[in-house]
Each structure stands twice: as C-alpha cells, then as structure tokens.
C-alpha cells in the first residue's frame, strides 16, 4: 500500500488519543503506535473505532505508512523517553522529515535537539500542548517552535486543530527558533501556577476570613466569571465549589490541603532567577505548594504557633462583607495583572537571550483560547501589544495602568488585613511588593550596595556621577584600594 497517513502520534496516554481524535475529527489520516502495542489495539477497537485512523505495531510499519515529509509526534514523558524514541525513529527518517515533541520537555532539551537534528539532515519542532484533555481533544493551544522549515509542512495540522477565538482565529502560530515554543509553554504553566494560588488565596480569605460556606463562594466566583475576570480557572472554581460529595457536603472541604506540582512552576523560577527576572508572584506560588506539601508538620506547628483568630467582624455586617468581597476581587485582578507582567518580562529576557523573536501579542492570542489560563483578560494583553509592540512593561500600559488605580484601594486593603488576621496570602503580597517597588525611583539598594563594598570592595556607583563610574570606599580606614570586580549576576 502507498504511504498515505498525514503523522504519527506515538504515545497513546489520555493525550494522545485525544489529540489523534481531534486531528481524525479534522480530515487527516493518522497512525497511532505505542511503545506497548496492545493499546493500539485497544485503542482502534474501542475509542477509534470507526475513524480513519490506522494502526502499527513497529516504528518502521509507523513510518512506512507516512506521506512525505513524514510528521512525528511524540506524545510521551519528558526526559531521557524522547531521547529513547528519537533514537528509534531516526534510522527509518530521510531528509527533510519532522519529529514533533508535544510533551512538557524542558525547553533547553528542545534547543539541543532541534542542532542534532538539523545535524542530520531532519528537522524537529518541540511544541507547547496546553488545554488538558479536553483540550486535546476538541481544540488545544499550541506553541511551536524549533526548525522553521518544517512549519508549512506542520501549519495545517496544528491550526485545525487548535482552538479558534475571535472569529476563527486559531490559537496556534509559529513562535520561534529553537527551545522557544516548549519555553512559551513552561512560561504559560508558571502563569498558571500564579492564577491558581491568586484564586486559592481568593478562597480563604472568604472561607476563612468571612466564614462563608462553599455554595455561597461558589455564587461569587460564577458572578466573577461574568466581569474582567472572566475565565476557564475562575469557571471551574465557581463549579468546584458547588459539587457536592455522595453525602450531600461540599466535596472540596473533604479533599486534603497538599498541592502536588510536576515541575514546570520550578522551571520558570529556576530560569527566571538566571535571567535575573523577578517573578515573585510564580515563585511565591511554587512554594506554596510545598509548604502545602508539609501538612503533617503544619498540623504539629499549629498546636504550638498561635496568632490572631481568623475570623474577620466584616462577616457579621452584610454591607462590610459586599465590600470586603469586592476589595478581595479587586485584590485578585491586580495581582493577575502584576503576574502577567512579570511572565512577559521573562519572555523578553529570555527572548534576548537567546536570540528569540518572539511575538508577544501572538503568544497571548495563542493563550487566548484552548489552555488552562484562558481568559477574556488574555485579549487586553494582544491589544497593549499590537498598539505597542515595544511595551516595556504591561504595568505601563494604559489600560493596565488605569486598572490596577481602580483596583488599588481595595488590593491594599486585603492585603493588610489579611495580615492582621493571619491569613497567609503570598501571591496577593508579594504582587503588591512587586507593584510598590517596580513604581519606586529610589529604593534602599543604596545601603545595600555600601554592605556589599564595605565587606567585600564590591564597588558602587554614585548619584552624582554618571552611570558606568564604580567606586571603592575604605570604609574602615584599615583597607587597601584594590577593589573587587562588578559583574551582574
């Protein structure tokens, strides 16, 4: 039989079939093989039953059975398997053909393999995959990147089967050279990390802070998703908290407080601190899963550490408790936009860096639809962008800026209370210390950098000179005048 499928997925977890049912859903022909072959089997016997979709028991028969050039995606766990697989599949490949990773590899392995494979004549895309299974399967956001030759042989298959916004736009265009796609990507997941704490932070200020029951939460957050706030995290919190469990309570107060993580959080933290990018609010939502993940030593830590109790006097005023609520939305919003400032302050570092030409109004029409962070907020981000494709900082741009002034007021207010009443809120303060600093013409860095030459002759730079000139001090009066050399770390 000639060649005559479209690409391969390998890889037949919940992802992958999901994927294939999409791109079956949109006309192309594609082969399915896993590693252990029954499920490929199981998998045309059952949920591809029917399709067009074939079948193969070996990379060869795989290969054998792809047009040209031939299309590959990996749809496997990050790490050493995409390594194992490229391995196999290499020696059925000629020139021009495509591997495609849709894992969540870590974008510096993408980078390497895109040079080993254009090494060898092959040309490979590592792309962000984000929607979870739903999205998968009936429209994802994709973020490829890698060899730009192999887009237009790719380009059909991905915006057909992306999710659509704004009049069938897809959320899926070419990002860029490189690890870039898969970096978009890890940046895409610390955001999300960040909208979830803010909204977890959300949560217990009215659990806790106003004594509300869930139904009554999952009220305010329905009647969020319907403003600025509007998207998929706030839409399924607002349904989260209404299901009940089989003895009629609130399920959510039945499941244990410990967040687990799969690591990309960490990679965005761990990249932003190379960069010398301060993404706090990412950072400070990282580590509260993992003092999350301490709950057995909380629970020890809370017989012995007191504090103020909880419970907030706005509770009992019905007035008080509509504004609080209010202040507490308006908390959420500013914070949001902070993180979204600092994810993009990341892209463009990383984006120098590396020699990236990233497009930052694309990138949040890519994360417009399809993906976890999706968001009516994500279309303001394309418009700041595309007025200005030079922004700075979202912070400066208009309608972020009169934002975050209407929203400031009732931001303070929760955060200081919640301080008071010992309420841990790490995204909503650390945001509003971000906020405070990044507005600041003179912080106490001065001081800092008199330790850092007075300890270690690290040199400073002064107020009345201009910038580039370093000075030592011998402070002690027992110092020689050798100073030590400035670098930026």
């Not at 973020?143 to 069938?168: H, L, N, T």
């Not at 934002?403 to 995204?427: D, F, H, M, T, Y």
């Amino acid at each position: 039989m000639e060649p005559h499928a479209d690409i391969a997925v390998i890889g037949l977890a919940v992802m992958g079939q999901n994927l294939i049912l999409n791109m079956n859903d949109h006309g192309f022909t594609v082969v399915a093989y896993n590693r252990t072959t029954s499920k490929v089997d199981d998998f045309l016997a059952n949920e591809a039953k029917g399709t067009k979709i074939v079948g193969a028991h070996s990379i060869q028969e795989m290969v054998a059975k792809l047009k040209r050039p031939r299309r590959v995606m990996l749809m496997v766990k990050a790490g050493s398997p995409v390594d194992d697989f490229i391995g196999q599949i290499v020696p059925f490949l000629e020139a021009g053909d495509i591997i495609i990773d849709g894992g969540n590899s870590l974008y510096g392995d993408s980078d390497r393999r895109v040079k080993e494979l254009e090494a060898k004549g092959l040309l490979y895309i590592g792309t962000g995959v984000s929607g979870g299974e739903e999205g998968a399967r009936f429209g994802p956001s994709i973020m490829p990147g890698g060899s730009a030759a192999a887009w237009d042989a790719v380009k059909p298959i991905f915006q057909g089967i992306s999710a659509k916004v704004d009049g069938d736009v897809p959320c899926c265009d070419w990002v860029g050279n490189g690890g870039s796609g898969h970096y978009v990507k890890m940046v895409h997941n610390g955001i999300e990390y960040g909208d979830m704490q803010l909204i977890c932070e959300a949560y217990s200020l009215m659990r806790d802070g106003l004594g509300m029951p869930a139904d009554e939460i999952a009220a305010v957050f329905k009647e969020w998703n319907t403003g600025e706030l509007d998207s998929f995290l706030i839409e399924i919190t607002a349904n989260i908290m209404a299901k009940k469990d089989e003895d009629g309570t609130p399920l959510v107060d039945k499941i244990l407080d410990t967040a687990g993580q799969k690591g990309t959080g960490k990679w965005t933290v761990i990249d932003s601190a190379n960069l010398a990018q301060p993404v706090t609010l990412i950072a400070e939502a990282v580590f509260a899963r993992c003092v999350s993940s301490m709950k057995d030593e909380r629970v020890k830590a809370a017989r012995k550490l007191k504090g103020p109790r909880a419970a907030m006097a706005q509770a009992k005023d019905p007035a008080k408790k509509k504004a609080l609520i209010e202040d507490i939305k308006q908390a959420l919003y500013a914070s949001k936009i902070v993180s979204y400032a600092q994810g993009y302050m990341l892209l463009k570092a990383a984006a120098a860096e590396n020699k990236w030409n990233l497009g930052y109004g694309n990138i949040a029409l890519m994360w417009r639809g399809g993906c976890i962070i999706r968001s009516r907020f994500l279309g303001k981000i394309k418009e700041a962008f595309d007025k200005n494709p030079k922004l700075a900082n979202l912070l400066l741009d208009d309608y972020f800026r009169g934002e975050i002034k209407k929203a400031q007021k009732g931001w303070r207010n929760v955060v200081s209370l919640a301080v008071k009443k010992g309420i841990p809120v790490p995204a909503f303060g650390t945001a509003l210390s971000f906020f405070d600093g990044y507005r600041n013409p003179r912080l106490p860095a001065n001081l800092l950098q008199a330790q850092r030459d007075y300890f270690g002759a690290h040199t400073y730079e002064r107020v009345d000179k201009e910038r580039g000139q370093f000075f030592h001090t011998n402070w002690t009066g027992t110092g020689g005048r050798v100073s030590s050399s400035t670098y930026n770390a």
